[in-house]
């Protein structure tokens, strides 16, 4: 079955550092999306990646995905507060029979 | 366009009772995802359905969990005699035909008692 990966697992960073976490996929992927999870919330939808080497851009977060279509990164430049949360990927194998698989996730701390 | 739409919010049951949590796909979307998510730990997928049909179910335990999406209403997903180790967030997700990005609903928060 499908297999994702996602590194770190933790990561706390002081507010004004940059963040990446990663996401690995053991077979090629249809496409990427990333969630945000602020603690007590619900995920939130960031961003879709679907083409091979896509980098897409939203303000300071930056989301890129791999040639290969089996990785994919998500950067944050210059930490805030308000990045704090749990970044999830989430993963789509084709097919008639669509299945989405998540990450685990990287919990980030953004000490002020 | 409303978003999915999943209720209760958040249900208490006692070990034993039955709980049904409900997820409403926002407009337009015939595939239904269920999560759980258990305190400090990630989603887990459990089911995917399209309108009545499991497509996979390989995420759910075998007994006592069972999940539909009818032709009419909202998807169910329902525990029978709930226990403690029952007790999470659950979290339904829809998308289009087609499996283009998911929704999710602000889940529901199961606790056991």
């Known amino acids: 079955g499908q297999q994702v990966m996602q590194i770190p697992q933790y990561q706390h960073v002081q507010e004004g550092e940059d963040f990446t976490t990663y996401c690995n996929s053991s077979t090629t992927l249809s496409n990427i999306q990333w969630y945000k999870q602020r603690p007590g919330g619900h995920p939130v939808f960031l961003i879709q990646l679907v083409k091979s080497g896509e980098v897409k851009k939203q303000k300071r977060l930056t989301f890129q995905f791999g040639e290969a279509k089996k990785n994919s990164s998500l950067h944050i430049t210059a930490t805030q507060t308000t990045d704090v949360g749990t970044y999830f990927c989430?993963?789509?194998?084709?097919?008639?029979?669509?299945?989405?698989?998540f990450g685990k996730g990287t919990l980030l701390t953004v000490n002020p | 366009n409303a978003g999915v739409m999943q209720n209760p919010r958040h249900l208490v049951r006692r070990r034993g009772q039955e709980a049904r949590l409900r997820c409403s796909p926002m407009k337009g979307h015939s595939h239904v995802y269920w999560y759980r998510q258990l305190p400090e730990e990630g989603l887990k997928f459990m089911v995917y359905?399209?309108?009545?049909?499991?497509?996979?179910e390989s995420g759910m335990p075998k007994e006592r969990f069972s999940a539909e999406f009818p032709k009419e209403g909202p998807s169910i997903l329902r525990i029978q005699q709930v226990v403690r180790g029952d007790s999470a967030a659950y979290f339904c997700?829809?998308?289009?035909?087609?499996?283009?990005?998911?929704?999710f609903g602000q889940g529901t928060r199961l606790t056991v008692v």
């Open positions: 359905l399209q309108k009545e049909n499991i497509i996979d």
């Open positions: 997700a829809s998308s289009p035909p087609g499996g283009t990005e998911a929704f």
């Open positions: 989430l993963v789509g194998s084709g097919g008639s029979n669509y299945k989405l698989t």
